[in-house]
């Protein structure tokens, strides 16, 4: 007797010793209405809510509780598998044919599991079925956890000149159910691709999800920006080098990384095309071409010898400039669009002709020339 009397007593008889199905926990919410019509009872611990609605019969009030502990009757629950609080419902009334309507949410959503018994007395915990309806009196609930899916995919991955990864979660449970973002549904999969890749994997009681990044890159092969380029004018060119673009940085001779560069200015250009795999560049010179114009010939002896056999220009101008040879009552007998000093005055008669030059590389010239056979 812990009162001031400390009437002390003892058991004698043998008593048996029983659990009581008191309701009773470490915190609990209650409500005595007028009328039970559209009301509702909340009690809300952490991520878990308990509501009880649709009171039914004749009770005076209800009330619900909750036990931070593990139950002390344990029977037919996997003590690995339960999450604790649990919470009770007690309806106050001197009638029990009082019902109810009971609804449990973990994080907003249905536990994955819910075990129920009708109070503490009562050794066995059974399954319950969602939704939890038309129960009778009082109830107590405990949620599950399930199994715990671990889920790691490891470190993103960067791999050179490979053409295929397999991505696999190392999970090999028949309960566990799998969806990634390619739409397989095993536990692996193997992708041939650069991209982002997801899983996620369920089972009754869990939804985890992990992302991994393959990039399938090859070491940048030896390029071409082309051949060096002579121009009397400088016109816009765009240099890009053919290389696949993803995970490749550029960069040119002017710190741009662009992956193109269009040239406005004779000048040498390059770039450098590098990824985690390696690197390559190449060089190319654009310049002006620098023209003797004072030397033209005047005379072409086209008789099979080496000397004179043409009418030969500065070989910078080769492929620059137009030709057109004309006789001396003004006719055209021989026209060049991009002469390449190759006239050697063909069936034409020995004889003076005129030549007249025009291209952007040089003023329009106009010359006698002779040929002589």
Request: hydrophobic content about 30%; some cysteine; overall charge negative.
């Amino acid at each position: 007797d812990k009162s001031p009397n400390k009437f002390n007593g003892q058991f004698v008889g043998s008593p048996k010793r029983v659990f009581s199905g008191a309701p009773i926990g470490d915190e609990s919410v209650y409500l005595y209405p007028s009328s039970w019509s559209s009301n509702s009872l909340v009690l809300q611990e952490g991520d878990d809510k308990v509501t009880i609605s649709n009171l039914r019969g004749s009770p005076e009030g209800a009330h619900i509780y909750v036990v931070r502990n593990t139950p002390s009757q344990t029977s037919g629950l996997d003590l690995t598998k339960i999450a604790k609080p649990y919470f009770g419902v007690f309806i106050a009334s001197l009638d029990y044919d009082n019902l109810f309507d009971v609804s449990y949410s973990y994080q907003g959503a249905d536990p994955c599991q819910l075990s129920e018994r009708k109070d503490n007395s009562i050794l066995t915990w059974t399954k319950s079925i969602l939704p939890t309806k038309d129960k009778l009196q009082n109830i107590e609930l405990i949620k599950g956890t399930g199994n715990k899916i671990s889920l790691e995919l490891g470190p993103d991955k960067t791999l050179c000149d490979q053409t295929n990864f397999t991505i696999t979660t190392g999970i090999n449970d028949a309960t566990i159910s799998f969806v990634w973002s390619t739409g397989q549904t095993s536990s692996s999969i193997n992708v041939n691709k650069t991209g982002k890749y997801w899983v996620k994997a369920s089972n009754s009681c869990n939804v985890v999800s992990d992302t991994l990044i393959v990039q399938l890159l090859k070491t940048p092969i030896p390029f071409s920006l082309g051949d060096d380029v002579q121009m009397c004018n400088i016109q816009p060119i765009t240099l890009q080098p053919n290389m696949d673009a993803f995970g490749i940085e550029y960069t040119w001779q002017d710190g741009s990384k662009s992956s193109t560069f269009e040239v406005k200015n004779f000048g040498k250009y390059w770039v450098s095309v590098k990824n985690a795999c390696g690197i390559s560049s190449d060089t190319i010179y654009f310049s002006k071409v620098v023209v003797n114009s004072t030397f033209i010939p005047n005379v072409i002896t086209p008789n099979g010898d080496p000397y004179n056999q043409y009418f030969q220009l500065d070989d910078k101008l080769s492929g620059l400039v137009s030709l057109m040879v004309i006789n001396r009552w003004g006719q055209e007998v021989y026209y060049s669009k991009s002469y390449k000093n190759d006239w050697d005055g063909g069936d034409l008669s020995s004889g003076i002709y005129f030549a007249l030059l025009t291209g952007e590389c040089i003023a329009e010239t106009k010359t006698p020339v002779s040929i002589i056979r």
